[in-house]
Structure formats: C-alpha cells, structure tokens
C-alpha cells in the first residue's frame, strides 16, 4: 500500500491525520485517498493536516487516484479533500472529476467525504451531480465548540448540507468526535439534529490530541457510552451507527457501504 500511494505521487488521510487504525485498514488493502493536496487553507484545532498556502491542483491527480483504485481492486473506494477555500469553487469540480475519473477506470462503490465549501449550494451541487455512492460530511463537534475546534466552519453549514445531500437523493453520512467538552445532552442533541437533517450513517469516535499543540482531550469516554450512543442512534433512525473509542469517519466504510437501501 506504501509503494502504491508513494508510487503515484498520491495522499491518504490516514496518513496526514495520524489515523490510529492505519496499520489494520492498510493490511486489509484499503485507505482514504486524500486529494488536492496535502496542505489545508484550515486551522481546525483538533487536526493534524497541515495548514498553509496550498499549490496548484494536480490535474493528473484523479486519474492517478483511479489507477490506485484498480490497482488495489476496490470493492469500496474513499476519497476525501483538504479543504481549499481559496479556490472558487472550494475545490468541487476536481472532487466531481475524480469520482468520474474512478468510474471509468474501476467498478466500486464510491463515498466522498467533503468540505463544507463555505455553505456554497453551487459547489455542493457540483459534487452532488457526480452521484457518489455514499455522501460523507463530517460535523465533527457540537455546535458550542464550533470556535475552537472548526473556527473557519459553522455547524448551519455541515447541517444544511447533509439535508440538501439527502433532498438531492443522495445516502448520507456524517461522523463526531468525542471528548472535546461537550456534555452527553449536546452529543445527543447532535445527534438529533443530523437525523432529522436526513443523515443515514452516524460514526462516532474518541478525540485523540494528535500534537502537543492542538486541543487537549477533555475527557475519555468508556466503551460502555459508545455502546449506549449506538443504541441511541439507532433509535433517531440512522440506518447504521458506528461506535467506539478508536472509530474513524472511515473505518469500515466499506462494511458501512453494504447499508445503503439499494443493497438491501
């Protein structure tokens, strides 16, 4: 996996977040492919992509992607995007050409895990017309935590989109991490909110500090509350609930993918 990402000049997210499930998704043959490249134009507070002036999109890059794909004979591909707010479109084009890109290389599933593009219904639309298998969006923290940990993101703009996501007939993902301050009734009042938003898969997991100079680990939740979460997630609705302290917006996504109604 190591020599092919290398080898095409490529990015994952598991590597540029520090992902602690690297090692066993990557001995299963599989990993988020991160695009556009490798630098973010955020300063979340809690991730350790770096942050700075990105260069120029790469625009062999999906195609790139699409070999990776073939080559690694993906039955669910992942593909995620820095966040690139001072491209016009956020980045939304090339994340629509890269799904494209796959397609015509490789038969999968595909699930994209998206910016919030500044709340841009043109740009959401853009991604939401290449008709990928499953629409991911993370809101990643309650909305009272919103200025430390996405000080450039509002909670309005992660909820709007998975709606108009689900209103475009789209199968819809989002994901939160726990133990940054919030109180069990804000994670439950999240919760409540992505659900009634039209959310299909929730991903909850444990905030892990990634340096010694981003947000501090408030608390460390038992397995036994990820447990109790689960259960209550299933109860708002959500079509399926991954729960528990080393859970990853994309850990099993390809488990994850085998929910949506159209393999059922």
Same mark, same amino acid.
């Given at each position: 996996?190591?020599?092919? @990402?290398?080898?095409?000049?490529?990015?994952?997210?598991?590597?540029?977040?520090?992902?602690?499930?690297?090692?066993?998704?990557?001995?299963?043959?599989?990993?988020?492919?991160?695009?556009?490249?490798?630098?973010?134009?955020?300063?979340?507070?809690?991730?350790?992509?770096?942050?700075?002036?990105?260069?120029?999109?790469?625009?062999?890059?999906?195609?790139? +992607?699409?070999?990776?794909?073939?080559?690694?004979?993906?039955?669910?591909? +992942?593909?995620?995007?820095?966040?690139?707010?001072?491209?016009?479109?956020?980045?939304?084009?090339?994340?629509?050409?890269?799904? #494209?890109?796959?397609?015509? #290389?490789?038969?999968?599933?595909?699930? @994209?895990?998206?910016?919030?593009?500044?709340?841009?219904?043109?740009?959401?639309?853009?991604?939401?017309?290449?008709?990928?298998?499953?629409?991911?969006?993370?809101? #990643?923290?309650?909305?009272?935590?919103?200025?430390?940990?996405?000080?450039?993101?509002?909670?309005?703009?992660?909820? #709007?989109?998975?709606?108009?996501?689900?209103?475009?007939?789209?199968?819809?993902?989002?994901?939160?991490?726990?133990?940054?301050?919030?109180?069990?009734?804000?994670?439950?009042?999240?919760?409540?909110?992505?659900?009634?938003?039209?959310?299909?898969?929730?991903?909850?997991?444990?905030?892990?500090?990634?340096?010694?100079?981003?947000?501090?680990?408030?608390? *460390?939740?038992?397995?036994?509350? *990820?447990?109790?979460?689960?259960?209550?997630?299933?109860?708002?609705?959500?079509?399926?609930?991954?729960?528990?302290?080393? +859970?990853?917006?994309?850990?099993?996504?390809?488990?994850?993918?085998?929910?949506?109604?159209?393999?059922?």
């Amino acid at each position: 996996m190591k020599e092919l @990402v290398t080898g095409q000049g490529l990015h994952t997210v598991c590597e540029e977040a520090r992902c602690p499930n690297l090692w066993d998704c990557w001995n299963r043959g599989t990993a988020t492919f991160m695009i556009l490249g490798d630098v973010c134009t955020r300063s979340c507070g809690f991730c350790a992509v770096s942050t700075g002036r990105p260069g120029a999109p790469d625009p062999d890059e999906p195609r790139r +992607v699409a070999l990776a794909v073939r080559a690694l004979n993906l039955a669910h591909a +992942v593909i995620t995007s820095v966040n690139r707010d001072e491209l016009e479109d956020g980045g939304a084009a090339f994340i629509a050409e890269t799904i #494209e890109a796959v397609r015509q #290389e490789h038969r999968c599933s595909i699930e @994209v895990l998206i910016p919030d593009f500044k709340g841009s219904p043109l740009a959401q639309d853009r991604v939401f017309s290449a008709r990928p298998d499953i629409l991911n969006h993370n809101t #990643e923290t309650v909305a009272r935590l919103y200025r430390s940990v996405r000080p450039q993101g509002k909670y309005d703009w992660s909820l #709007e989109l998975i709606s108009r996501a689900k209103r475009a007939g789209l199968f819809t993902k989002s994901g939160m991490m726990l133990g940054l301050g919030e109180t069990m009734r804000e994670v439950r009042d999240t919760m409540s909110d992505l659900a009634s938003a039209g959310c299909d898969i929730l991903t909850l997991g444990q905030y892990l500090q990634p340096t010694a100079n981003h947000l501090p680990v408030a608390r *460390f939740y038992h397995p036994d509350e *990820f447990s109790d979460l689960r259960e209550a997630g299933l109860s708002l609705g959500f079509r399926h609930v991954e729960s528990g302290p080393l +859970v990853r917006s994309s850990y099993h996504a390809e488990a994850q993918a085998g929910t949506r109604p159209s393999e059922r």
